[in-house]
C-alpha cells in the first residue's frame, strides 16, 4: 500500500510499504476514505535531522472499517470511523476521567510516535484498540460533512480542549494567539461556550477573515510588545481573563503572559518549542496566572462536539482550503510550511 | 518608635525610626501588639546586598487601631485588628473578585515593597486603606487565640490558598512539599477541605510530626529522585492529583512536577526563587499538569477561616515555637535560617 514518509526535514514521499493488518485481537484494519496535514507535522517538517527518519506521518483520519480483531465490539466492517491523534483503550482510570491521552494501557499513545509502523497519510492503517480508540460517524463516506467530521480527530478537539483547560465561559475575555487551524478552531470554540469577547492574534488576512466568521470579536495583527498594547487596550487595561495559546512558540509564549489578566489563566495547545520558560514572579507568579492545557483528548469530545457539526451548528471544516490526493501530499507540506495553504485536506 | 531594619544578608537590627502617623484619610494607625518573622523574610536575610537596605521588615501583624483617618469607617479606635501582608481597598473589580494581591488602587501592594516606609515588627504601623485591609478580631489583645488569629494575616491563609488555587477536595490525593509553616497549614487546609490522603515531603521530625497532627496522612523524608519514588508507591504509581509547593526553590519545583499525577495541578505559594523553569513537553505539557498558585489573596479568606479558629475547630498557631520581644527579633531571624525555631510570634 502507498503511505507518506518523512525522511528528513522538506523531505515528504509517498512510497510503498507493506500492507497494514491486524496484529492484535483488540486492533481494527481502516482504509482511509480522508486525512490531513496537521500543524504539528511542520514542527519535524522544518527540523528533522536524517537520522530521525524515515518516519510515517498522519495522526488525523476517517476511513471504512476492513476487518476487526476477535475481541473488538463497537465497530465492524462497513463503518465510517473517525480516529483521534491519540490511541486510548477508553476503560482505564484516565480515559474515564477525560484525560485519554494519558492512557495507561501499554498500546495507547500517539500514531508515529508509540505506534510508529503506522500513519493516517496513507491507504490504510491499523488501529490498536480500536474499541476505545474510534468512534463510528453516523455518516456516508462521500457526505459533505466529513471535511468537518475529520477535525474531531484533531484540531477542532484541541481548539475545544484550549478553551476548556482555559476555562472559558459566558463571562470571559478570550485572547487566541495564532491563525493556524487550531486558533480558528479555538476562535469557534471559545464562541461555542459563549465567551463575550474573543481577540484573535493573526496577521493573514485570509485566516482572520475566518477567524471573525468563526466568532472573533477583534482581530490584532501587530505581534511582540506592541500586540500586548492593542490586547490591554481593548480589554479595559487589564488583559484577557484566558488566553489560548495555539502555537508553541516561545514568541507566542511571551505574548500569552503579556497579554493575560491578573488571576487569569494560559492554556497552551501548540506544541511548545521549548522546555524552560518564564514561570516566576516577574511573568506568572505575581499575579496568580494559571498555566493549562496540553495534548487534547479530543476522544473525549467527539461525543459533545459531534452533534453541533450533523446539525449544521457549526462548520470547523471550513479550515481545510486545499484538497489533494495522496501524490499531493508532499507539495501540501510545502504549501502549509510556506502559508499558501491554510489546512491541507488527502483523499488517499 | 522601635522597628525592625534589614541593613543587608544576616544584618538585621532593631532601631529607632520615625513615628508612624496618619498621612492619607483612608489610613489608620495601629499599635502592634502581636507581630512575626515569615520564611519569605529568610529569602532577603540570606540574599540582601548592602545597597538593598536598609529595609523595614513583617507583613504579618495583630494590633490595636490607635487613630483614624477621617475617611475610614470600618474599623475604630480600640479595635484589635490583623492586617493581611498585602494592602488593599476591597472595590475594585480584583477584590470583589476575591485577588486581592492584585488590587488595582494606586495605594495598594506590599508591606516593604509598595509601603515601604512600615513593617509589621515594629512598634506601630500605618495602614494604608484601612477599610479594605483591616479586618476587626472579637476577642482581647491578649486572648489565648491571638496566635493563631495572627496566622490569618499571612501562613494559614497561604497554605488554604495553595489547596484552593490546587484544586483540594474530598477526591484528591495531595502531596506537600516543605516542612515550613506554610507547608504545615498547607496540610492543615488540605484536610480542612477534606483530602483524602496528604503525602507531606519534610525531614525534620518536630514539624513533621506537627503536620501528622494536622492532617498528614504519610510523611515523605527522601528528596529528589527517591522521593518522587516514595510518592508515586504511596499512590498507586501515578503521583498525587495535587502538590502543594510550599517552598519556593528550583529541587522543590522539579519535585512537583515529578510527584504530579497525570492532568494534576502544582499550586505555588512558595515565592519562586528563579523565573525560567521546565514546562514544556518533557515536564508539564505532556500530561497536561496544570500550574496554578502564585501570593495568597489572604484578605480574601479570612472571613472564611477565622470561625473555625474561634470556635476551636483548628489550631494554626501551633506553627509558633518560639516567642519573643522586638530585641530578640534579629535572633528569630537567626534560629529560623538555621531551622531550630519554626516561626517566631514576635511581642513589641
Redesign the interface.
Known sequence: MRATLMHRAGDVRIENVPDSVIKHPTDALVRVTASCICGSDLWPYASMSPDGGPARMGHEFIGVVEDTGREVTTVKRGDLVVAPFAVSDGTC??CR?G?H??C?HAQAGFWGHDVPDEGGQAEAVRVPLADGTLVKLPVAADSALVPSLLTLSDVFGTGHHAAV?GGVNARTRVAVIGDGAVGLLAVLSAKRLGAEQIILMGRHKARTDLGREFGATDVVVTRGEEGITQIRELTGG?GTHVVLECVGTMPAYEQAFGAVR??GTIS?VG??Q??????????????????????A?VRAYIEELMPDILNGTVEPGKVFDTTTDLDGVPDGYRHMADRTSLKVLIKP
Chains 1, 2 share one sequence.
Open positions: 482510570g484516565f476521567e484525560l491521552t494519558s495507561a483547560a487589564h491578573p488571576g497552551r506544541v511548545p521549548y522546555e524552560a520558560a518564564p514561570i516566576g514572579f516577574a511573568s506568572l507568579f505575581r499575579h496568580n496566572i494559571r498555566l493549562a492545557g496540553g495534548p483528548p
